[in-house]
């Protein structure tokens, strides 16, 4: 039973480890294009890895990479966003689940223009850095000091949780409307 045991958990963590299985792509996913649709086989939404679609208009390196996702990570637990959002289910539900806010076609239609930015990035990264600049439905996001280096690793670190395979969570969220 105890080698059981271990051959399932030496497996569950090559599935969950970051480019290590299926289900979590490596950190330079986010050079790629990742849109979310629903896929009738397993009956569940999905993220979709596409072509090329560069990151503030570059390329990362796998080192490049994994050093921007290190730093998402610090300054979203040095800032105990936790504490208000989710991710993946797990946190807070004071403010919106962050498993798949890059996918949110909000940023298009309402967050781009609102910080007159051209790209989801920017439009992210100003309101990471400015969220008192920007009204927010009932709750407001208090302004955490982001620098603009912190509010891009935020960015790229959200834009990699979106390209993990969690089957179907949220469920819906390919598929809801658009508030306009």
């Known amino acids: 039973m105890l080698l059981v045991l271990l051959l399932l958990t030496v497996d569950s963590l090559r599935v969950l480890t970051e480019g290590g299985g299926g289900n979590v792509p490596a950190y330079t996913v986010i050079n790629q294009k990742i849109t979310y649709e629903f896929d009738a086989a397993s009956n569940m939404d999905k993220p979709v890895i596409g072509g090329e679609e560069l990151l503030f208009g570059h390329r990362y390196s796998e080192a490049e990479a994994k050093a921007i996702m290190d730093k998402g990570k610090l300054v979203i637990q040095s800032r105990s966003c936790i504490n208000c959002h989710a991710f993946f289910g797990n946190g807070a539900y004071y403010a919106p689940d962050l498993t798949k806010a890059w996918l949110d076609p909000t940023w298009e239609k309402m967050w781009m223009p609102m910080t007159q930015a051209?790209?989801?990035?920017?439009?992210?990264?100003?309101?990471?850095?400015?969220?008192?600049?920007?009204?927010?439905?009932?709750?407001?996001?208090?302004?955490?000091?982001?620098?603009?280096?912190?509010?891009?690793?935020?960015?790229?670190?959200?834009?990699?949780?979106?390209?993990?395979?969690?089957?179907?969570?949220?469920?819906?969220?390919?598929?809801?409307?658009?508030?306009?």
């Open 118 to 180: 051209k790209t989801r990035e920017d439009a992210m990264v100003q309101f990471l850095m400015h969220p008192d600049r920007y009204p927010t439905w009932a709750r407001q996001m208090p302004n955490l000091n982001l620098s603009e280096e912190e509010a891009r690793a935020v960015t790229a670190y959200l834009k990699w949780i979106s390209s993990v395979q969690t089957n179907g969570f949220p469920a819906g969220f390919g598929r809801r409307e658009v508030a306009r």
